[in-house]
């Protein structure tokens, strides 16, 4: 059960903001409330929502108990006081969940890294497969996608890949993806219909803004080369190709994409910057390491977190054990919502969990 007086706690900042919002103040400051405001509202909608309810049950139980209600009165009371108890529950689930502590990076967009894991040409194949579903699934979400960098497999797919992903909510559905994908099927190049396992490794990493990251230039190792294609050949006649070291780190950023040095920089800046603030979201999250053994994907790239079986047209996450039929709804990415609602679900069950022990 939520506490009431914290409940009138933000119905009364709610109001203080509209009061404030209203008032003579700077620019900068009124988008400040504004956000505050907007993100508020959903929550408060809810909680009206609760106390309505509430209100109207104690309403209708003093009605039931006054000895002058007379019985075709308390009977449609009593119907209506059992339809509201069983509301309640439901209301004041919905409330927990939005009061639930935002993940800061949730409205960021994303950088989507997929490279080809154990398995050879098959694993780069599946890791062409797996970029194409991201692909599709940001196509069904009105995301924008552009490809930073590519590193086409002779057979086909990719050996590595990476892509920007724009759009609301980016990271907060995409952040689960995180991990080992594993493939179970038959290659076409094998004879003997044998089923091969193979495996490609998802990262999704929250885009950062120059704001987040300071990068120190002289912490920087720029090295410029030649880009080459598959096989050797060359791209382009000039040293347009870059290769950026983060020296205090030893991270090591690669782009070759473009044809200006410029914009392979600018690339692979963003891209550093990105893998520098999840190094420090993990170190973060590494000082809550007791909380995160329970929680549904950690990002942890050496997880195994689903398996893809096209014998059996089956895609099972291996986290809350789901398994879904849906293959090849899976792969178009008309399904991925439906396996990353379970997952969100699974998590917000945990949280609601610590929530309950709090306000206990």
């Known amino acids: 059960m939520i506490a009431h007086a914290k409940l009138e706690k933000l119905l009364e900042r709610y109001d203080a903001l509209q009061v ?8 900068q ?11 508020l509202t959903p929550v408060v909608e809810a909680v009206r929502a609760l106390m309505d309810a509430m209100a109207e049950a104690q309403d209708l139980a003093e ?14 009371a009593a119907g209506e006081l059992e339809a509201i108890k069983k509301r ?31 398995g050879g040409d098959e694993a780069a194949l599946f890791a062409g497969d797996l970029f194409r579903m991201y692909q599709r699934y940001a196509d069904i979400r009105k995301w924008k996608l552009e490809i930073i960098s590519a590193n086409e497999a002779a057979m086909g797919g990719y050996k590595e890949i990476s892509a920007a992903i724009m759009g609301k909510g980016a990271f907060a559905k995409l952040k689960y993806e995180s991990g080992v994908h594993r493939v179970q099927r038959v290659p076409e190049t094998e004879a003997s219909g044998r089923i091969h396992t193979s495996a490609a490794t998802v990262a999704i990493l929250p885009e950062a803004e120059e704001v987040d990251i300071q990068i120190d230039e002289k912490d920087l190792r720029i090295d410029v080369f030649r880009a080459s294609g598959p096989g050797g050949q ?32 600018a690339k692979g800046m963003k891209v550093l910057r990105a893998r520098l603030y999840e190094a420090e979201r993990m170190r973060a999250d590494a000082q809550r390491a007791k909380e995160r053994k329970g ?36 792969l178009a990415g008309e399904a991925l919502d439906e396996m990353i609602d379970s997952l969100v679900a699974e998590e917000q069950a945990r949280r609601l969990a610590m929530f309950d022990e709090d306000d206990a």
């Open 29 to 39: 400051e009124f988008v400040r409330l504004s956000k505050e405001f907007a993100e």
């Open 20 to 27: 404030q919002m209203a008032s003579d103040v700077d620019p």
């Open 295 to 330: 929680q549904v994907g950690t990002g942890d790239r050496s997880e195994r977190i689903r398996t893809y079986n096209f014998p059996q047209g089956r895609v099972t996450d291996h986290r809350i054990n789901l398994t879904l039929y849906k293959l090849e709804k899976m």
């Open 63 to 76: 009605l039931i108990a006054e000895p002058e209600t007379d019985s075709d009165m308390s009977d449609l």
């Open 234 to 265: 060359s791209v382009n006649t000039t040293d347009s190709a870059v290769r950026i070291t983060h020296i205090p780190s030893g991270l090591v950023v690669s782009q070759q994409d473009e044809k200006s040095q410029h914009k392979n920089r």
């Open 88 to 118: 309640v529950p439901e209301l004041e689930h919905a409330v927990q969940i939005l009061l639930l502590p935002k993940d800061a990076d949730d409205d960021r967009n994303v950088i989507l890294e997929v490279r080809a894991g154990t």
